[in-house]
């Protein structure tokens, strides 16, 4: 990254057995038209929901710098058991003020999280 542009990566996290995907501008300035594609589909939500489709991945037209957007993608459990994409690939486009555009592709193993331990809290 160097510094006053901006920088948008795609990332997953994991929580107490919940799986996210996190949209961030890790930049120093605001990112415009921000788009991601994935190679696969991910359908989470205990498969009920196209989450690599929604309009958050189509586009974003505006992300501050340090801005993070993040959205539940499956318990990992579920995730895991219905064969879901294990090694996921993430295209993320978007622009400067200016106008220039950046690429970044950023490839995921999700298999770092499959034998993860945790503990279910009573809701």
Do not use: C
Request: proline content about 4%.
């Amino acid at each position: 990254m160097i510094q006053g542009q901006p920088d948008v990566v795609v990332d997953f996290t994991f929580s107490r057995g919940l799986l996210h995907i996190d949209l961030t501008n890790i930049g120093d300035s605001p990112a415009l038209d921000v788009a991601v594609a994935f190679d696969q589909e991910l359908w989470g939500v205990g498969g009920k929901r196209l989450v690599s489709g929604i309009s958050l991945f189509r586009h974003t037209a505006f992300m501050l710098p340090q801005k993070s957007i993040s959205t539940f993608l499956d318990s990992s459990a579920s995730y895991f058991r219905r064969g879901q994409p294990l090694e996921v690939t993430a295209t993320v486009t978007f622009s400067d003020r200016a106008g220039k555009a950046y690429r970044n592709v950023i490839k995921h193993d999700l298999r770092i999280y499959r034998d993860i331990g945790y503990i279910r809290r009573p809701t």
